[in-house]
């Protein structure tokens, strides 16, 4: 046998034949591709969706995070109210403009209070609010192009109902609007039946 030299060709590879079946045995198993449409399908679709989740879970861990804050300072004046006393009260109160005066709400704080029983326990519901920081704004259940105290539109806003319970098991219910001047949520206004 002669080794081609340089600038020689080279004969061409013999054609491959394919392999031999007989005419009973079955085809050859395709490639399924059904999987692999299946799968690009569920790629398609669940990463969009995924990230649609994950942002509705944000703002749901926001607005309960929100929530939280607003009964938890409305809590603090409730307890003020139930101990009755006028420093600790007077301390969540914010009487600024668009609000009942301090001496007013404190008012209000005493007759509720003498409605109250030390084992008088509350429970919120209903609660909306507006936060505002700078250009920015989160709402829950509340328009916030109206949902505003005058005179303050660039503060917080909020109103929480509080269903109060007594020993005896008579209940008032109280709504209490609240502002957000800082990081802390202050009681503006309060209606009490």
């Not at 399924?32 to 879970?57: E, K, N, T």
Request: negative net charge; contains cysteine.
């Amino acid at each position: 046998m002669t080794t081609p030299q340089d600038g020689q060709r080279r004969p061409p590879p013999p054609p491959s034949w394919p392999p031999y079946t007989s005419p009973g045995s079955p085809p050859e198993p395709s490639k399924r591709r059904w999987p692999w449409i299946v799968l690009g399908a569920i790629l398609l679709c669940g990463l969009p969706l995924g990230g649609c989740l994950a942002l509705v879970g944000i703002g749901v861990s926001e607005f309960n995070e929100v929530t939280g804050a607003i009964e938890s300072d409305a809590s603090v004046f409730l307890a003020a109210t139930q101990s009755g006393e006028a420093s600790a009260i007077e301390a969540q109160l914010d009487g600024g403009t668009g609000c009942l005066a301090n001496e007013d709400l404190l008012a209000q704080a005493f007759v509720l209070g003498e409605q109250l029983d030390p084992a008088s326990t509350w429970e919120f519901s209903g609660t909306r609010f507006v936060t505002r920081s700078g250009g920015s704004t989160f709402s829950v259940n509340a328009d916030q192009d109206t949902f505003v105290v005058p005179g303050r539109e660039d503060t917080s806003t909020a109103q929480t109902t509080a269903t109060i319970t007594g020993a005896d098991g008579a209940t008032i219910e109280v709504v209490l609007d609240l502002l957000r001047p800082d990081s802390t949520w202050f009681v503006c206004q309060m209606t009490a039946s």
